[in-house]
């Protein structure tokens, strides 16, 4: 009987020494869906290991503002745009 959890045929596309870095918003946009969800191991084909740096160095791009939360259509759904009662003057 297997354990859960353990993967049988397990193929790394990033190298096991590899650093993910918040820094680098190119390499970790590799890694988050269309909708802006951290994508899970067994389609990114990470470690467990690798997936927790991966989902750190997201959370901590977010944060400074170099990765985005979520797409618009996401963000804006069933909420009214707001739009002021009075045109904006210098």
């Known amino acids: 009987m297997l354990k859960r959890g353990i993967r049988l045929k397990y ?3 990033v190298p096991s020494s ?3 870095e ?3 918003p190119v390499a ?3 890694f988050i869906a269309e909708g802006g969800k951290i994508v899970p191991s067994r389609i990114s084909k990470l470690s467990n290991y690798q997936q927790r740096q991966v989902n ?3 959370k901590r791009a977010r944060n400074i503002g170099l990765l985005p939360t979520g797409n618009n259509n996401h963000d804006r ?3 009214p745009e707001a739009v002021s009662p009075k045109p904006f003057e210098f």
């Open 28 to 30: 970790l946009g590799r």
């Open 77 to 79: 759904f069933g909420r």
């Open 56 to 58: 750190r160095a997201i």
């Open 18 to 20: 590899y650093v993910f």
């Open 11 to 13: 193929r790394a596309d």
């Open 22 to 24: 918040y820094k680098d």
